[in-house]
């Protein structure tokens, strides 16, 4: 499949690269800068992402293009645009101040293939400290602003090379999709063949061929990732899918049995396992949140084993993990900060071998190729839910009676979210359960001493960073009242009102 390779110079935007890449239903991959694929057959133009570094600096992110320039097509966004000048006789230098904002183009060379359909004055978003004062040898300026002379530039060829100052991948580049596509479409020739439906039928081939006639495990979490997953090997493979979902007694209100009768009407093969007790007993008067994560981590693979082992013929695991979860993406230093961190510990002498068909997708994606199954979308749009369930969610150690008034409050919570509407604009919301905090209050002409509910919702397209959602006073109010009238235990009902960073969605 014809692909588009953007190089990550460690910007904050380069997954916002790749994603646009795919909404022109064109597939790309993400790579560290210097690792560029020896066998590029299949790609038709190459994208260098922006960074944090300057090019100058000593210890700056350098690649050689020699051996792709003149193959196929550069795109090179901010530092990726400085770093094709700086090395190819050109200049970059400190601009003094750093720009950071919108701006719109002043010039625009509109015979150019790369600002097809451009307006006059159109807004760019510009996030830089350098400036290319001096083009690469063979280039050609094709735009600019109020401040920057050399916003956008291009060496003809068979194979062109473009590069600008400003971030199409952003938001408030108002024409960002439309250099996108000029770009990997016109200039690239992408046949835009990369779709959920052309996903779907492609992979259910590929897993046929790969799994034979195996027998497949996963491990289902209610989430749509390992959802999405379980339907498509159940297309692919039928009942040689055997999924197992463990309930560690901290699932929200209802959930087991709800989700059991979801993956039921989907047709799948589900064990579903009630470990509740055994979690439940390890965690007693646990109170520190790493340690609470550790126990839950090992019981669950410890569950999970035990049921894996009984299907003593299964050759492979499959698992959810998504695109975001293996990019490499890298730090100041060129070291990679994040890599695979799904695999799941199943002991090695059962020799099973990963199968993870969805590791290509993002998050938006991976919810397009539900909906094209024709999953229900309840199960699509899901919030997304931490592995260590309400254990999280409860400050301190855990009790059966914390879990039931956490259950109901979250349960009053999510579903006031649904009725006014907000539920699909957030992108996570739970209750938090302050059981170590009590405070004073007093109901009908009684005081009462209890614990206080936080109610936590985020805005945020990969979790990475989070803003809190604006819900609006009367829904606030309307959660509040109900919570404190219905859940015996809660007196105080509060709305947490921080950013990620430096606050963590989760609380603990
Ligand atoms: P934080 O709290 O780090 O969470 O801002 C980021 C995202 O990850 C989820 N999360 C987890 N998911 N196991 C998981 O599978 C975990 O231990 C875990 N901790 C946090 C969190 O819900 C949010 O979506």
Redesign the pocket.
């Known amino acids: 499949m014809q692909k588009i390779i953007i190089l990550d110079f460690g910007s904050q935007t380069t997954q916002l690269i790749g994603r646009r890449v795919r909404e022109l239903n064109t597939f790309c991959e993400i790579l560290p800068y210097n690792k560029y694929p020896e066998d590029d057959k299949d790609v038709i133009g190459v994208i260098l992402s922006g960074s944090p570094l300057s090019v100058y600096q000593d210890d700056a992110f350098r690649v050689d293009l020699s051996g792709i320039r003149g193959r196929l097509p550069i795109l090179g966004i901010c530092y990726g645009a400085q770093l094709i000048s700086y090395t190819n006789g050109g200049k970059v230098e400190s601009a003094g101040t750093r720009e950071y904002g919108r701006q719109n183009l002043q010039y625009i060379d509109h015979t150019n293939p790369l600002f097809k359909g451009f307006e006059e004055h159109s807004q760019v978003w510009m996030s830089h400290g350098d400036s290319i004062t001096a083009l690469p040898v063979g280039a050609q300026k094709i735009a600019s602003t109020a401040t920057v002379e050399n916003a956008a530039y291009y060496i003809p060829g068979e194979k062109p090379v473009f590069g600008t100052q400003f971030h199409p991948e952003v938001f408030h580049t108002l024409q960002g999709t439309q250099l996108l596509k000029n770009f990997v479409v016109d200039i690239c020739g992408s046949k835009q063949e990369w779709s959920a439906e052309a996903f779907v039928e492609t992979t259910v081939k590929e897993l046929r061929e790969q799994i034979g006639s195996d027998r497949v495990i996963l491990g289902l979490?209610g989430g749509v990732d390992s959802s999405v997953v379980a339907v498509l090997l159940h297309r692919a493979i039928g009942d040689q899918l055997t999924c197992i979902f463990v309930d560690h007694g901290m699932l929200r209100k209802n959930e087991f049995r709800d989700v059991m009768r979801d993956y039921e009407g989907l047709g799948l093969h589900v064990i579903g396992v009630d470990a509740s007790d055994k979690f439940l007993s390890d965690l007693a008067g646990v109170k520190e949140p790493e340690q609470k994560?550790k126990i839950i981590?090992r019981d669950f693979v410890e569950v999970f084993n035990a049921e894996a082992q009984k299907i003593t013929d299964a050759k492979w695991l499959a698992q959810g993990t998504i695109y975001p979860d293996r990019i490499e993406s890298l730090n100041i230093t060129g070291k990679v900060i994040k890599s695979h961190h799904n695999v799941g510990g199943l002991p090695k002498e059962m020799h099973l071998q990963l199968c993870e068909p969805i590791k290509w997708l993002f998050k938006d994606e991976v919810r397009r190729v539900g909906r094209s199954m024709g999953m229900p979308e309840h199960l699509i749009t899901r919030h997304?839910?931490?592995?260590?369930g309400l254990a999280?969610r409860i400050l301190g150690d855990i009790t059966r009676e914390k879990i039931h008034i956490l259950q109901e409050a979250d349960a009053i919570y999510i579903n006031n979210l649904r009725e006014a509407g907000l539920y699909d604009e957030i992108?996570?919301a739970g209750a938090i359960l302050l059981s170590e905090v009590r405070s004073v209050g007093v109901m009908g002409d009684e005081r009462t001493y209890e614990n206080p509910i936080a109610l936590r919702a985020v805005t945020s397209s990969d979790?990475m960073t989070?803003d809190w959602a604006h819900i609006p006073y009367e829904v606030l109010a309307k959660i509040s009242n109900e919570i404190i009238n219905k859940v015996k235990g809660v007196n105080r009902v509060c709305y947490d009102i921080s950013s990620?960073p430096p606050s963590?969605?989760?609380w603990e």
């Open positions: 979490s994560r981590g997304p839910f931490p592995g260590p999280v992108w996570q979790a989070a990620k963590t969605i989760e």
